[in-house]
């Protein structure tokens, strides 16, 4: 507190006097001190004297006072310790930290040790034969001069402690002109002024282009309005001297510019008005809060592009997901459910990021965001979600999924050169009952791919059905990754027959899970889910790997048929390492290319055909050969079957079972046509009864496999079937 007060004291300027304190029981030495120095004029302040005549009048008057400059206090005025005393109640008792304290003593054997002065912050001590006018005078202003130091000091380290707590309030405003009538307000406080003032920061790139962002006073009426449209006058002139100079700049006739910026970055310029007097801020403390606001205006900058760039998409000048997320949720709390979220997706936009360059990719994006946008009301909110998924939110009645759809018929033109696209959209109705945003976006999510997969090029609506789906999926993969790690997956293999000689002439891997609780899981709920997830290029490594080690079992046993089939995914097919996959696996276990088939589906035609070709090729070249597996149940274009480097063709055992049936067995008929025409083998699955078999050898198909043959088995099984029929065995 006392510091304070004694901050206060010169702060105020003028006004006041240096106050000092003479403790004697002595009247004459009272009255000769202020013969000497009262009304003396110190720093353009007069002393003024006050009196205390023992050391109890004393401690209440220094209770009472606490802007003493300086206390004068005869070492043994009733007792020999009564002066030393009394200094110990002025520092700790009083408080009074800044007030300089002065003894006299009558003798000089009488003076405290060092260790008390400088315990006590003892501003000097005299004997009263020294201190002659001249010499008095010189002590009061080495005294008064120490005094005011220290309360600057202290009133500039208040001044900075009030920088600094409210630096954090100031980087917390919302918006520019929120921080300039913050800046306003905390000057206010610093000068310990109420005057008029006012804000201008620099609108756009042109230089000298300021504005009013923030004023109080008589200046509130400019509020918004040009630097330029300001009357003529003290506050307009120091204002465009601060903002050309880049300086502070103190009005002669009173008020006060500041600069606040740095260079080469947007700035603002502040006038304060304070009478010419005003000094309660020194023009170094002036400086050091120039700076701070420079600083917290950069900071505020950069916030702001943090944000911009946190919510912001760059690319395509759009709202990003972040952004999206945070109005769905508030949409939410307001309770807006006759709102639609909508996903779209550009088809078959990686193919032609990797076809035609990032460049073209990045245009692409452009061009569609532009579409998208102008087919849209301006308050519907539309951002990027993803690499090339957009996002719509807004009314039903202003979203229209399929308008959506439609606004891409029309060929985008990139570069000059026309590109047609399709899109495809999955989107969901907030619901009543309010849900995160993000789970929201998980439901469109759901359905944008079940369209991507089932409905390309058009929309569809979230069902509560397709989430449960996609957990139970999600749930499948948590137990696949469990099951691989504790090796529950293994590997059965059937048995494939000629048809007409009844000799072995292969055998299928195939991939099955069984539980811990004996439960197995079919293949076709478990390998499209490995597939979705990037499982399926280890899982088919250790498939490829652990038939091919079988194989080379049965080899040295004398009991192997001429090759083993193993089913390949296309994902696999797609990896870049597949080839030199199926090498090693070959070179571990001393095989040769005849000895492995692989088994394709038709799916494969949707594939890159310079990358299928290629990759295929490669493999016929090592002596591996190539099944289409389940033909006729996907790709409806046959063209595929001319184009790739194919050995056999497998009738899917739906086409097997429908064989009793006379229209059932055109579809088998014309398979085995097709493939005696294209100079493939025929191979049928799903052989259940000896009807099927000769149906099928009837109508041309050279092998099959099936219940009727032999069920799949696992190693050990298998070595026990082939031991038990070497009549099916030939030489390999």
């Not at 004068?72 to 002066?83: K, M, N």
């Not at 006590?120 to 034969?129: E, G, L």
């Not at 009061?140 to 500039?156: F, I, W």
């Not at 050091?288 to 505020?300: F, G, K, M, Q």
Request: glycine letters at 8%; charged letters at 25%.
């Amino acid at each position: 507190m006392s510091t304070l007060h004694g901050a206060q004291a010169v702060e105020q300027g003028t006004g006041l006097q240096w106050r000092v304190l003479v403790v004697d029981n002595d009247p004459d030495v009272h009255a000769a001190t202020c013969a000497a120095l009262e009304g003396q004029l110190l720093f353009e302040r007069p002393l003024v004297f006050m009196h205390a005549f023992s050391g109890d009048e004393a401690r209440a008057l220094l209770l009472r006072e606490h802007d003493l400059a300086m206390v004068l206090i005869d070492v043994v005025s009733e007792r020999a310790c009564s002066g030393l005393d009394l200094v110990d109640f002025i520092r700790h008792t009083a408080g009074l930290r800044n007030t300089r304290i002065v003894l006299r003593t009558g003798l000089p054997g009488q003076v405290p040790d060092l260790e008390t002065l400088l315990r006590y912050d003892i501003n000097d001590y005299r004997t009263k034969a020294e201190l002659t006018r001249d010499r008095l005078l010189a002590m009061v202003v080495t005294a008064v001069r120490s005094y005011k130091q220290l309360c600057a000091v202290d009133a500039s380290r208040v001044n900075l402690e009030l920088i600094l707590r409210s630096s954090a309030s100031l980087l917390e405003t919302k918006d520019a002109c929120e921080f300039a009538s913050a800046v306003l307000i905390q000057l206010s406080a610093l000068l310990k002024v109420e005057g008029d003032g006012l804000v201008c920061a620099q609108r756009g790139e042109r230089v000298g282009d300021y504005c009013v962002q923030a004023a109080t006073g008589r200046f509130g009426e400019f509020t918004g309005l040009p630097l330029a449209l300001l009357p003529p006058g003290p506050a307009l002139n120091l204002l465009e001297a601060a903002m050309n100079g880049r300086c502070n700049v103190y009005g002669e006739h009173g008020g006060l510019a500041l600069h606040i910026g740095h260079k080469d970055e947007k700035d603002i310029v502040v006038f304060v008005d304070v009478p010419t007097t005003h000094s309660a801020l020194d023009p170094q403390l002036l400086d050091v809060l120039c700076a701070n606001l420079s600083t917290l205006l950069h900071n505020r900058g950069l916030l702001g592009r943090l944000h911009d760039s946190a919510y912001h998409d760059p690319l395509v000048n759009l709202p990003n997901r972040s952004h999206f997320i945070e109005k769905v949720n508030e949409c939410e709390r307001q309770g807006m459910d006759d709102y639609i979220l909508a996903l779209i997706d550009i088809d078959d936009f990686s193919a032609t990021n990797d076809m035609m360059g990032h460049h073209f990719g990045d245009r692409l994006l452009e061009k569609v965001a532009r579409r998208l946008q102008d087919s849209l009301p301006s308050d519907v909110l539309l951002a990027r979600l993803g690499a090339d998924t957009f996002a719509v939110l807004g009314s039903v009645q202003q979203v229209q999924p399929r308008r959506l759809l439609e606004c891409a018929l029309q060929p985008l033109h990139i570069d000059g050169v026309p590109h047609k696209v399709s899109l495809t959209c999955g989107y969901v109705l907030l619901p009543k009952a309010p849900q995160p945003g993000a789970d929201l976006i998980k439901d469109a999510t759901i359905a944008l791919k079940r369209a991507k997969r089932d409905h390309r090029g058009q929309h569809l609506r979230y069902a509560d059905q397709m989430g449960t789906e996609a957990r139970a999926r999600a749930v499948l993969l948590s137990k696949l990754r469990e099951a691989i790690e504790k090796q529950q997956l293994f590997l059965v293999y059937q048995p494939q027959l000629n048809l007409d000689t009844q000799q072995l002439i292969g055998l299928e891997a195939l991939l099955r899970w069984r539980t811990e609780d004996n439960r197995f899981i079919p293949p076709d709920q478990f390998i499209p889910v490995a597939e979705h997830s990037g499982l399926i290029l280890a899982l088919g490594q250790w498939v490829l790997s652990t038939a091919c080690a079988t194989m080379r079992e049965l080899l040295d046993t004398g009991l192997a048929p001429r090759r083993m089939a193993v089913n390949v995914s296309t994902v696999q097919l797609q990896d870049a390492g597949f080839f030199d996959l199926v090498r090693a696996a070959l070179a571990a276990n001393g095989l040769q290319g005849r000895h492995l088939e692989l088994e394709i589906t038709e799916s494969v035609a949707a594939l890159p055909t310079k990358l299928l070709d290629s990759t295929l090729c490669a493999l016929r070249a090592e002596g591996v050969s190539i099944a289409i597996d389940d033909f006729g149940t996907g790709y409806s274009s046959l063209s595929y079957l001319e184009r790739l480097p194919l050995d056999r063709i497998k009738i899917d055992r739906s086409f097997t079972r429908q064989l009793g049936d006379p229209h059932g067995a055109r579809i088998a008929e014309m398979v085995a046509e097709l493939g005696r025409k294209l100079g493939l083998t025929v191979l049928a699955e799903g052989i259940e009864d000896a009807g099927a078999w000769q149906a099928l050898l009837a109508m041309g198909c050279q092998e099959g496999q099936g219940y009727h043959i032999a069920m799949p088995m696992d190693k050990a099984e298998l070595i026990h079937w082939l031991g038990r029929h070497p009549e099916r065995l030939r030489a390999t």
